[in-house]
């Protein structure tokens, strides 16, 4: 069953996210078997929490199993601290 990563940013390092965070891990989704669906700037929050101006991601994973052995891979492992200051991120996980 396919899976999705929904995920929302509000990024405060726009330069250090797109040259060195976003590359390398695009690479390692694609490498692995995710699919960007949807990679958007400048949201609007129509209801709920959350602030406008915030990004939102959406990566196709062919199921939940594929999605977790990315998100806890060694390859991606440093990437994910690296973005640590660079953004606030919301990630979930979820099967359709």
């Keep these: 069953m396919p899976a ?7 990024v405060h390092d726009r330069e250090g996210f797109t040259t060195r ?10 490498a692995m078997g995710g699919k ?10 129509l209801e709920g929490a959350g602030s406008d101006g915030g990004a939102a991601v959406v990566i196709e994973w062919p199921d939940r199993e594929t999605a ?7 390859e991606y492992a440093p990437l994910k601290a690296m973005r ?7 990630v979930t996980l979820v099967e359709g």
Excluded: C
């Design 4 to 10: 999705w990563f929904i995920i929302t940013a509000h």
């Design 21 to 30: 965070y976003s590359p390398p891990t695009a690479k390692i989704v694609e």
């Design 36 to 45: 960007y669906i949807v990679r958007g700037r400048g949201g609007q929050v």
């Design 68 to 74: 977790l052995k990315f998100w806890n891979s060694a």
């Design 84 to 90: 640590e200051g660079m953004a606030d991120i919301s």
